[in-house]
DNA sequence: AGTTATGCAACCGCTAAAGTTACGGATGTC
DNA sequence: GACATCCGTAACTTTAGCGGTTGCATAACT
């Protein structure tokens, strides 16, 4: 795949899940659909299921659903549940002797992270049921 | 390093030469401050050369420069110059067949966008001659 | 018991980026 | 002109992250 391709997957397969929403689904059928490995799917919604965002059952017709009503699922949930920052901010955090450097590093910081903050407000403002209207 | 280093290493390039503009300095010396190498330092120079924010001179006493007065150039110029996007653009591009993947991506995309010019808008509110003063 | 799932750990292979070495070209100093 | 200094660039090595893969334990249903 790409960068980005977590994000990518989690967010095409819950979309897909708010369509019926009591449907069970395996990770092998997801990862088919998705092009991809059952493991890397199972990885992925993994973290989706620590954020309660999904439920898993093993065994037999076991699978993944969906844990709440599609609509009460946003972007910004998915986005935050596998807490990749896409405003990379850079965490050197060495606090380096560079009087500049540190000055420089805190005016830029604050700005990536209003940007983040931007970021996840602007994807809450759409749920995954409603993607699918789009 | 870590990632973002590119930038990091060029705006903290930048502010120190903010501060005597007149001053030449060496890859050599430029990398030493900043803990790498030289070849690392002309590459992501000459990324802020092309773009016309440094000029670089061959040679004895040669060195590198601003190319203008360090209040005319702003931490979005130095990004922009590097065009490495901190917001990543998933640019999947493969028009796939899914058409919940589809208005799933032109979603995300606008929103992005959206964002991607917010970081550069405030960027641009900073000149890397205000950094030395914060 | 047998089948079908997830959960998880270990490993392979690819890719991107920094780091490094080496050499050519330019520009001064002697 | 010989030499030192510095940039420009190419080639290679090293490192880190990630998707992909395999294998096995565990759980649940028939």
Known sequence: MKRNSRLSLALHTLSHMAGSPDQVRTSGDIAEHAGTNPVVVRRVLG?????????SEKGHAG???????PQ?????????????????????SEASACSIEHA???????????????????LSETSIAEVRGI
Chains 1, 2 share one sequence.
Do not use: C, F, P
């Open 104 to 122: 420089l590093h805190k005016r830029v910081s604050s700005v990536l992270e209003e940007i983040e903050e931007n970021l996840v407000r602007r």
């Open 63 to 69: 699978g993944w659903r969906l844990a709440r009503q």
């Open 47 to 55: 973290k989706l299921r620590e954020a309660g965002l999904l439920t």
């Open 72 to 92: 009460k699922i946003t972007l910004a949930d998915v986005y935050l549940a596998l807490d990749e920052r896409m405003v990379a901010t850079d965490e050197t």
